[in-house]
């Protein structure tokens, strides 16, 4: 990634990646199953190289829940909304950095995003959580819909790593207390907003985290 504070910009340079032929896949699947008895949350995050099929990722997050796991998803694709639609994961977090759309709508206003929320539910998740604008999330659980929004003005050249931080928060809380759904999602915004005290990614405390917990504001929508 390239970090412009002057500008306020975060261009980033990703490629496809290798072309996965069906050895490797057979191999991953291998070590997938393995990994899977040590683990009690598999994070289903980014985006699919060349080569890989959508019922290949939705054989992963099936097995996952099928084994009583967490699954954890930020991502964006045929691949991830076919995940969603089954209601395979326990909670959703689309990527929407660089197009503002889902499940084939584009998202524009506020109540947009509630919907989108909500019908995520519907489908068989236990908690969605939406970015909206640069410094907030929507989140929705079968017990309602809030706005996440961060009390201070967040610089973009600030977000690099974000994404990740708040899924981190997001999953060390449930791994605490599965059913603790919006004080993970909470504790996520407060891992997002502790990374931003950063330029570029940072490995970021407990610490930190807990430093942050105030910094920003919880209103429930619906």
Not at 21 to 26: A, C, G, I, Q, R
Not at 129 to 135: A, G, P, V
Not at 151 to 166: A, M, Q
Not at 202 to 218: A, N, W
Request: proline share 3%.
């Amino acid at each position: 990634a390239i970090i412009d504070p002057s500008n306020d910009t975060i261009t980033e340079i990703n490629s496809l990646g290798p072309n996965i032929d069906e050895k490797s896949l057979k191999q991953f699947m291998r070590r997938f199953d393995i990994s899977l008895k040590r683990a009690e949350c598999m994070v289903f995050s980014g985006s699919i190289p060349p080569g890989v099929p959508a019922d290949y990722c939705m054989e992963l997050v099936k097995k996952a829940k099928d084994s009583g796991k967490m699954v954890i998803s930020e991502s964006t694709g045929d691949h991830f909304e076919l995940a969603v639609k089954n209601g395979l994961l326990t909670v959703v977090k689309p990527d929407l950095r660089s197009k503002k759309e889902y499940m084939g709508e584009t998202l524009k206003s506020l109540e947009d995003y509630v919907k989108a929320a909500e019908e995520t539910v519907k489908m068989g998740s236990k908690m969605a959580i939406l970015s909206y604008e640069i410094e907030g999330d929507v989140v929705a659980t079968s017990e309602g819909v809030w706005l996440l929004k961060a009390k201070e003005h967040i610089e973009r050249s600030h977000l690099l790593g974000t994404g990740d931080s708040f899924v981190a928060g997001v999953v060390y809380r449930l791994l605490k207390n599965r059913k603790d759904l919006l004080e993970a999602a909470k504790w996520g915004m407060a891992a997002a907003i502790a990374e931003t005290k950063f330029i570029g990614k940072e490995f970021i405390s407990i610490e930190d985290v807990e430093m942050c917990t105030e910094s920003f504001e919880l209103s429930r929508l619906r």
